[in-house]
């Protein structure tokens, strides 16, 4: 039977855990991230004949290298590749949500969308174009309520599908800084090994940010001469 | 075009704001409603304004210190008159000399000592935990944020800093919110130097005895100089110090909670686990410096003070304190103010024969008499209590959250050296002033 690895990401009080707990039926492995205290749980869902490896990432508002929290939840996807990221959006928050989404499109993630708590932004008198959020963004959406287990087959439906298409994110940013990454990309597509292992336009993107951990990283590949004249 | 001439100096927040507008784009398409007003944002609008926002900010502080303290001094008062009560009783119980001053100067006179500082302690801790819960406490991180900045603190700083009026122990445990390691451990750095509450029995004995009128406001400068002091400290270190200029600042993220009406309960768990820390402190370290203190000074027993063990550490450490003024009194003083500030008050008490239980009064008319101090050595005297390391445990804890012995003996030795310098300039431009 095929097994694919699952993680699950969201801002703080999204509603992740309830989903979490409903995709696996409450049971978890629970342990520690390697050499951290922060808290790692694993759990297994079997959905139409495809075993899911369901681990919860940290709960984050973004995914720079401030906190240890931000760091355990972007290494594993940069480093795990795991094979659909989920993306818990609350919908009635979407602004703020979607900062963590944007970020995980840039780590080229797989990405899923559930738009939780769709309940309460109806409640709100929120009119939200689901079909038209999934175009934009390139990515599939889900609207779930957590709370009652609505939307919950329908998530594993579009977990199982994403997991068998690739990458296909459409976000672009301004022309002007779509060139920095550009050029900054192709710099390091010189060194073969980093770019096979993370992602160009993440890593540009970082670096335009100025990104300890990754200006750490282009260091020891001895690049950071050659992007001298891009970053200043 | 490099990074700097697309996006300006700051390039995370170019990109932040970049993403920001992208999703702006994206809603407006395909998103439609307004958030309706709630009461949080009506709050909010007055508490997080660009003008109102910090005023609204120290009446409450202002009202929060006030609660403290004037809630609190009663209890404090009865403590103290039930300790000095049960002294004299056992005292009367027991009738072997040695023992019965042990018991009612060392024992209760001791726990008494601590045991005074919990009410203000508690209730000061009790205060924030009802700001805390109701919502507050974040808002008032932010308005904040803005006048850390340029000093190289930040918003998440300031609750660490605030906790540390009541006590720097649990202020510096606070720091595990933010999230920024150099930041993190600046903040633990200058933190010993916000007056706790137990300097400040320190402040009123020696004002009260020296400084006549002008005790209120010789206190109100404490602190005043604690607050000055903690953010030109940090402004130094943070440009003289290689590793808190290393990488850039984090940017300040805080989710506002909604606005809550705090609970009785959580409030008081809150008090109780901040609380205790300090109980533990004062039941261990606290109560046996006072013994200790006790020992030296009653022994060889019978001896007149100035004959004791504690007469000759002081004479030992006299010449150190020479330039500032301090006799071997003060210096002993000191000397046990490094286990705890507490402790200060006590011995000055022990000093004049008078028992830990003494009316501060007594205390106070016998510096007086005994010309232990002058009103500007007094004054020096109090700031140096002010600067350096507030207490053996502060210590302890600097350890633990730093996990580092440079920066722990970093954050003794400076402070030391600043309560030395800051004394000295205190004593040296008072006597050109003719003062003194």
Not at chain 2, 98 to 115: E, H, N, Q
Not at chain 2, 190 to 196: A, F, G, K, S, Y
């Amino acid at each position: 039977m095929k097994e694919i690895e699952v993680a699950l990401i969201g801002n703080p009080n999204v509603g992740k855990s309830l989903i979490f707990n409903n995709l696996t039926g409450g049971r978890a492995h629970v342990g520690n991230w390697p050499g951290k205290t922060v808290e790692k749980k694993e759990g297994r869902c079997i959905h139409k004949g495809v075993t899911m490896r369901i681990i919860d990432l940290p709960g984050v508002y973004s995914l720079t290298a401030a906190s240890i929290d931000e760091l355990i939840a972007r290494s594993y996807i940069v480093e795990e590749r795991p094979d659909v990221v989920v993306d818990i959006v609350d919908a009635s928050n979407l602004e703020r949500n979607l900062y963590l989404t944007l970020q995980l499109l840039e780590l080229e993630a797989n990405l899923v969308i559930a738009l939780n708590k769709s309940d309460i932004a109806e409640g709100l008198g929120y009119e939200i174009d689901v079909k038209g959020l999934s175009e934009l963004l390139g990515v599939p959406v889900v609207p779930t309520i957590a709370t009652v287990k609505v939307g919950m087959e329908e998530l594993k439906d579009a977990i199982v599908e994403a997991s068998k298409r690739g990458v296909k994110a459409k976000v672009r940013y301004r022309e002007d800084i779509e060139e920095l990454i550009e050029r900054i990309g192709d710099i390091l597509k010189r060194d073969e090994n980093l770019t096979k292992k993370y992602p160009a336009r993440w890593l540009a993107i970082k670096i335009i940010e100025g990104d300890g951990e990754v200006m750490r990283l282009i260091e020891e590949r001895g690049l950071i001469e050659e992007l001298r004249e891009v970053i200043g | 075009m490099s990074v700097r001439e697309v996006l300006g100096e700051e390039p995370e927040v170019a990109m932040a704001e970049e993403r920001y507008r992208v999703i702006g784009e994206i809603l407006s398409k395909v998103f439609r409603g307004a958030r309706p007003l709630t009461p949080s944002d009506l709050l909010d609008k007055a508490f997080l304004n660009r003008g109102l926002g910090i005023p609204i900010f120290l009446a409450l502080w202002w009202a929060l210190f006030r609660f403290t303290f004037d809630v609190s001094a009663p209890l404090s008062d009865l403590i103290d008159i039930i300790f000095s009560r049960l002294g004299e009783f056992a005292s009367s119980l027991i009738g072997n000399e040695w023992w019965s001053a042990f018991v009612s100067d060392a024992i209760c006179g001791g726990l008494g000592g601590v045991l005074v500082f919990i009410p203000p302690i508690f209730f000061l801790f009790l205060g924030l935990a009802l700001l805390e819960d109701s919502g507050y406490l974040a808002r008032a991180a932010f308005v904040v944020d803005k006048i850390l900045r340029p000093f190289g603190l930040q918003g998440r700083s300031f609750i660490p800093l605030l906790l540390g009026f009541g006590c720097n122990i649990p202020g510096i445990m606070a720091t595990r919110t933010i999230p920024s390691e150099r930041d993190r451990i600046l903040t633990i750095c200058v933190n010993p130097l916000i007056t706790c509450s137990a300097r400040l029995p320190v402040y009123v004995l020696i004002a009260g005895a020296v400084l006549g009128a002008y005790a209120p406001m010789a206190v109100f400068t404490m602190y005043l100089l604690s607050i000055v002091l903690a953010l030109l400290m940090a402004l130094i270190f943070k440009a003289l110090i290689p590793y808190f200029r290393r990488g850039r600042r984090a940017p300040f993220i805080l989710e506002l909670p909604d606005y809550a009406r705090p609970t009785l309960r959580s409030a008081l768990t809150h008090m109780y686990e901040r609380g205790i820390l300090f109980l533990k402190k004062a039941g261990t370290i606290i109560f046996l410096g006072i013994i200790v203190v006790w020992l030296l000074s009653s022994h060889p027993w019978g001896a007149p003070l100035d004959q004791s063990y504690i007469a000759t550490l002081g004479r030992w450490l006299e010449p150190i304190f020479r330039p500032l003024g301090f006799d071997w009194r003060g210096a002993v003083a000191l000397f046990f103010g490094f286990i705890a500030k507490e402790i200060v008050v006590g011995t000055f008490a022990v000093f004049f024969g008078l028992g830990e239980e003494a009316e501060i009064e007594e205390v106070q008319r016998s510096i007086v008499e005994l010309g232990v101090f002058t009103p500007l050595t007094g004054f020096a005297f109090m700031a140096f209590t002010l600067l350096y390391i507030p207490c053996l445990a502060t210590i302890g804890i600097i350890y633990r959250e730093t996990n580092s012995v440079k920066w722990t003996l970093f954050t003794v030795i400076y402070g030391l050296i600043l309560a030395y310098l800051i004394a000295l300039l205190i004593v040296v431009i008072g006597g050109l002033m003719g003062l003194g």
